[in-house]
């Protein structure tokens, strides 16, 4: 089993629960590996197996409720996966959602080879009409139930009813058209010409009409009486191929593969030399994947760090300065007519540090600060307050302007609101039993002043 499917398991658990739980779980099932699951890397059936009877004990859920967390995951770790356009035009309705399906797990098969897949058909009941399957893509509520298992059939049955079909597209009505002459456009020899690989049969499943191409491979196709099931074995889907099972069934891509009477024979050294060469190809495509894995691993640690980056950066600078900087562009010097600065500190900041130098007061002289300027962080933040920057912090002093690097033209009438704001909530921080008394001093500069963007 690839490890998308283990992967899945990961997510929905260090989402639902926490990375301690998952670490858990896989000591538990035995599982000794470092690191997340490789999506591209086969392991074994039974850790899958495993993982999922450990979280059973571990997180006390029933094995259903786990399964069905288990497939609402998977479904979105498909989608952010690049697989949502591709979702979204496998059908418009559930049913021709999943009588679409087949093809989809057909095309995942050449990027992950060797893979299993299951496969789908929806049949209709008189009583309830058709079957559908609940889907966040048609915005339909339905109710599964398992109607037969593989003990009890050659293959598992759901009943899958709609309970709201308010997502639900009808069947378009089938349109009258007049009768078209019977008389051949094109000839069949242009036919088979134009088309070489194809192959034409009847209700009895008699072929009638094949491509030069396929006549040359198969000569036995163009023998009188001959079936398209002498001579080819259905591989998907896991019907029986009878003409009505093709009809119930049209839009469903058909997989057959030659009998092996019917393969073309080569040389024993032709042939050895294609297994060896494809073992070659085999194994360098499963290093292929096992890199790409790694490599999509290190562009989400450095997108990661990337996000860490630019919290920081947007965190010191302001807003407009920051996403220059971001986009490396040049952030060139501003001249201003007029701002306003605030300076604030503490009273009798310096006797208090001199009354406590050892650790225990240098502690408690620590936590006050962090305390006061946490509060202080909060009224400056741009979300809160865009009009307003906080500049630096040295010692017990704050300073924070307003009317740059972005001009407004009430910048007074903003700092002395911070002012104040700050002047109410240095009540709530104290220091010994006492609430923190600041002074604030604050500058309206009516000469010219520059803005520079830090180094």
């Not at 995951?73 to 979204?88: H, N």
């Not at 972005?406 to 609101?417: D, F, M, N, Q, W």
Request: charged content about 25%.
């Amino acid at each position: 089993m690839y490890g998308f499917v283990n992967y899945a398991l990961e997510l929905l658990v260090t989402k639902t629960f926490n990375e301690e739980t998952w670490e858990t779980i896989k000591k538990k099932a035995d599982v000794a590996m470092e690191g997340s699951f490789l999506v591209r890397q086969i392991y074994e059936d039974e850790i899958t197996y495993h993982l999922i009877t450990a979280a059973v004990e571990v997180l006390q859920i029933p094995a259903d409720a786990i399964l069905e967390l288990f497939g609402k995951t998977f479904f979105e770790f498909c989608q952010d996966s690049g697989y949502d356009k591709i979702l979204q035009v496998l059908g418009a309705t559930p049913r021709d959602f999943l009588q679409n399906l087949d093809g989809l797990h057909d095309h995942l098969g050449t990027l992950y080879p060797g893979m299993r897949s299951p496969s789908f058909r929806c049949t209709e009941r008189p009583e309830d009409g058709a079957l559908t399957v609940a889907s966040k893509l048609h915005d339909t509520e339905v109710k599964v139930e398992i109607l037969k298992t593989k003990e009890e059939c050659d293959h598992v049955q759901f009943l899958i009813t709609e309970t709201s079909t308010s997502g639900r597209v009808c069947a378009p009505e089938m349109a009258e058209i007049e009768t078209l002459s019977l008389e051949p456009k094109v000839s069949p020899a242009t036919f088979c010409r134009v088309f070489p690989f194809h192959l034409m049969f009847d209700r009895e499943l008699n072929i009638v009409q094949a491509g030069r191409t396929v006549s040359r491979l198969m000569p036995r196709v163009t023998r009188p009486g001959c079936k398209i099931t002498d001579v080819l074995d259905t591989v998907r889907p896991h019907l029986e191929m009878t003409f009505a099972n093709v009809l119930a069934h049209i839009n469903t891509v058909y997989v057959l593969k030659t009998k092996p009477e019917e393969m073309v024979s080569a040389p024993d050294e032709d042939i050895a030399s294609l297994r060896l060469k494809f073992e070659a190809d085999y194994k360098l495509t499963q290093n292929l994947e096992v890199l790409t894995d790694k490599l999509q691993q290190t562009f989400r640690e450095l997108d990661s760090e990337k996000q860490k980056t630019d919290r920081l950066l947007y965190s010191v600078l302001p807003i407009s300065v920051a996403t220059e900087l971001r986009h490396q562009r040049p952030v060139p010097a501003r001249r201003y007519d007029t701002v306003t600065l605030l300076f604030s500190g503490i009273v009798g900041f310096a006797n208090y540090c001199a009354r406590h130098t050892d650790h225990k007061g240098a502690m408690k002289i620590v936590r006050m600060l962090n305390d006061l300027y946490t509060a202080f962080d909060v009224l400056t933040d741009p979300k809160r307050n865009p009009n307003v920057y906080k500049v630096e912090t040295v010692g017990d002093k704050y300073m924070a302007v307003s009317g740059l690097p972005e001009y407004e033209v009430g910048h007074a009438k903003h700092i002395s609101l911070l002012a104040l704001e700050m002047m109410d909530l240095s009540q709530t921080v104290t220091v010994d039993g006492e609430p923190v008394k600041i002074n604030r001093h604050l500058s309206s500069r009516a000469s010219p002043s520059v803005s520079t963007p830090e180094k």
